[in-house]
Nanobody
C-alpha cells in the first residue's frame, strides 16, 4: 500500500515559481512511471507531467514552464513550476501513471495577484 504525500504548494503571483515535492512510504519512485496531475474546480483531473528514468513528457499547457524530476537519493519526486499563470491554479497530485495507487490529499497551488 502506497501513500503519496504532496507538499510545496501555496499562493504565488503570476510569473512566480513553486517547487512541489512528493514523498511516499514503502515505494521507490524510480521503479515506476510517475506523474504529476492537477485538478481545478469544476474540471477533470489533468495529466501534467510524467517521468521514467531520463524520459519526460508534459502537457502542452505547461511545456517550457514546468520540469518534472526525481531525486533518487532522497526518493522524492519534484515538479518545478516557473512562469506560473492563473490557469495553473489547481490541486496538484502525484501518482504512478499506469498503476495508480490511492490519491493523496494533494497540494494547493493558487496563482493570483
Amino acid at each position: 500500500q502506497v501513500q503519496f504525500v504532496e507538499s510545496g504548494g501555496g499562493l504565488v503571483q503570476p510569473g512566480g515559481s513553486l517547487r512541489l515535492s512528493c514523498a511516499a512510504s514503502g515505494f521507490t519512485f524510480s521503479s515506476a512511471v510517475m506523474s504529476w496531475y492537477r485538478q481545478a474546480p469544476g474540471k477533470e483531473r489533468e495529466l501534467v507531467a510524467t517521468i521514467f528514468s531520463s524520459s519526460t513528457n508534459y502537457a502542452d499547457s505547461v511545456k517550457g514552464r514546468f520540469t518534472i524530476s526525481l531525486n533518487n537519493a532522497k526518493n522524492t519526486l519534484y515538479l518545478q513550476m516557473n512562469s506560473l499563470k492563473p490557469e495553473d491554479t489547481a490541486v496538484y497530485y502525484c501518482n504512478a501513471r499506469y498503476r495508480p495507487s490511492d490519491w493523496g490529499q494533494g497540494t494547493q497551488v493558487t496563482v493570483s495577484s
